[in-house]
C-alpha cells in the first residue's frame, strides 16, 4: 500500500542546532506540504512543493527550508533551532488536480528544542 | 480579519446520540471544504467533502452541511459509539491557490 512516512517520530535537540525532519511519500503525488501543530491553533503550512525542484513559502516558513530534488522527498530543515520552533510537524501529499483535493499525512515528528 | 473557527472545548456526547460539530469561518470564500478526523499522536485522515454549490453531503453515520450564506458548515456523527472520540479538524479550499486553511479541531468525546 501506497503510504507516507515521516522520520525521527521525536527528536529532542538544542537551541542553534540545524535539525532535518524527513518525508518520503509512496503515492507518487507531486504536491507535497509541511505543517507545523500547535495547541489552539490550526495547522499552519511552512512550505509546500509542486513538483520536482519547486518549492514555495507557507504562511510560516521564517526558519526553515526544503528542497525537492525528486518526487517521493520533501526533507524540512530547520537552519538554527530557536525553542519557539518546539512543535509537531506534518508532513501532507496530493494528487495533482485530484476532483477532492485530499491531504494524506504522516504520523507526524515530534521536535523538542531546549 | 479572516479567521476560522471550531468550537475549543471538548464535546462530550453519549453514545448512540447525534454529535454535531460546528465550523464557523469569517471573511472567506471558499470553493469547498474539507473535514478530517485526527486521533492522538496521528496525522489527520480525510473524512469527507462538500463544495460551495452543495448543501448536503452523507457518507454512512456522517453528514456535512454547508451553508455559504452563514458561513458555517456542520459535521454530523449520527448513531456515535466511543470509536468515534476523535479531534475533527474543518479546512476551508480556497479556489484561487487550492491553499487550505485549517480550524483548530474539536475534540469529540462519545461516552458508553
Known amino acids: 500500500d501506497a503510504e507516507i512516512t515521516q522520520s525521527p517520530r521525536h527528536k529532542i535537540t538544542e537551541t542553534g542546532r540545524q535539525v532535518t525532519l524527513a518525508c518520503h511519500q509512496t503515492?507518487?503525488?507531486?504536491?507535497m506540504f509541511w505543517y507545523r501543530q500547535d495547541l489552539g491553533h490550526g495547522l499552519r503550512l511552512i512550505h509546500y512543493s509542486y513538483g520536482v525542484h519547486d518549492t514555495n513559502k507557507g504562511e510560516v516558513s521564517d526558519g526553515y527550508s526544503v528542497s525537492r530534488s525528486n518526487t517521493e522527498d520533501l526533507p524540512l530543515t530547520l537552519e538554527s533551532a530557536a525553542s519557539s520552533q518546539t512543535s509537531v510537524y506534518f508532513c501532507?501529499?496530493?494528487?495533482?488536480?485530484?476532483?477532492?483535493?485530499?491531504?494524506?499525512f504522516g504520523e507526524g515528528s515530534r521536535l523538542t528544542v531546549l | 480579519s479572516q479567521k476560522i473557527e471550531q468550537n475549543s472545548e471538548a464535546l462530550n456526547i453519549q453514545e448512540g446520540k447525534t454529535a454535531t460539530l460546528t465550523c464557523n469561518y469569517t471573511n472567506y470564500s471558499p470553493a469547498y471544504l474539507q473535514w478530517y478526523r485526527q486521533d492522538p499522536g496521528r496525522g489527520p485522515v480525510f473524512s469527507l467533502l462538500?463544495?460551495?454549490n452543495e448543501k448536503e453531503k452523507r457518507k454512512e453515520r456522517l453528514k456535512v452541511t454547508f451553508d455559504t450564506t452563514l458561513k458555517q458548515s456542520l459535521f454530523h456523527i449520527t448513531a456515535s459509539q466511543p470509536a468515534d472520540s476523535a479531534t475533527y479538524l474543518c479546512?476551508?479550499?480556497?479556489?484561487?491557490?487550492?491553499?487550505?486553511?485549517w480550524g483548530a479541531g474539536t475534540k469529540l468525546i462519545i461516552k458508553p
Open positions: 462538500i463544495r460551495e
Open positions: 479546512a476551508l479550499v480556497m479556489d484561487s491557490n487550492y491553499q487550505l486553511i
Open positions: 503515492w507518487n503525488h507531486n504536491n
Open positions: 501532507a501529499s496530493s494528487e495533482v488536480g485530484a476532483n477532492t483535493g485530499e491531504l494524506f
